[in-house]
């Protein structure tokens, strides 16, 4: 099966630092790469769509200048939150589209298994 | 506007009884629908996924229906596990468009 990841797991800043979060697909190659973000309760949020090779799409609201993506292989995409706040702090969850047919034939999005950032 | 609705929000049963969850869509041009299982702290688990020429989908304890008339959807768990307490997320797929995704309702299965 499709399997994406995330690394890190978890990760704990300090306000005005930056953070890397990688989203890898390990057994296929991802031509689009979504990022979500998930507050306490509520359902996932989109961010951005990002394509290899092109600049990432923002959703209306998010600010591309403190949310950077890069998504400089099919299999890698990064997202960078820059001079992290407190109000920064969520769940941020990667997912991954091929659109090639041997995996799946309802251009699936595959998810990562998230990671917890916690700004102090 | 396309949008997605779950009832109920949140739901507690006991190990082993049935349940049944809902989502109401709006979403057009509909390509398909999808139910993820979401356990706390992860991401989202592909359940089932129904086109529109397909009324019901099985995966296990876990099967959906779907009335494209009525574009209403269901998840009917059987014989609920304590594993089975988890965020359940509705997502209905329109052509050339990203994923809209429900709130979401919160199962949680007691002993």
């Known amino acids: 099966g499709a399997v994406v990841s995330q690394h890190p797991s978890r990760v704990i800043c300090k306000s005005g630092t930056s953070v890397k979060i990688e989203c890898r697909s390990l057994d296929f190659q991802a031509t689009t790469m979504f990022w979500y973000r998930q507050f306490p309760k509520q359902s996932l949020m989109l961010m951005a769509t990002s394509n290899e090779g092109s600049k990432a799409t923002y959703e209306q609201g998010v600010e591309k200048d403190k949310f950077l993506i890069n998504h400089a292989s099919l299999t890698l995409s990064t997202l960078t939150v820059t001079s992290a706040h407190p109000e920064d702090s969520s769940f941020y969850i990667c997912?991954?589209?091929?659109?090639?047919?041997?995996?799946?034939?309802?251009?699936?999005?595959?998810f990562g298994p998230g990671t917890r950032l916690t700004v102090l | 506007k396309n949008q997605v609705e779950q009832s109920p929000q949140s739901l507690i049963i006991l190990e082993g009884k049935n349940c049944t969850l809902q989502c109401n869509y709006t979403v057009s041009p509909f390509s398909n629908l999808r139910w993820y299982k979401q356990d706390t702290g992860r991401g989202p688990v592909s359940l089932t996924i129904m086109t529109f020429s397909e009324n019901t989908k099985s995966n296990g304890r876990y099967t959906a229906t779907l009335d494209a008339d009525t574009k209403q959807s269901s998840l009917h768990i059987t014989a609920s596990q304590l594993s089975d307490s988890a965020s359940y997320i509705c997502?209905?797929?329109?052509?050339?468009?990203?994923?809209?995704f429900g709130p979401g309702t919160r199962l949680s299965v007691l002993p």
């Open positions: 997502v209905v797929s329109a052509y050339g468009q990203n994923f809209v």
């Open positions: 997912s991954a589209r091929t659109s090639g047919s041997s995996i799946s034939s309802y251009n699936e999005q595959f």
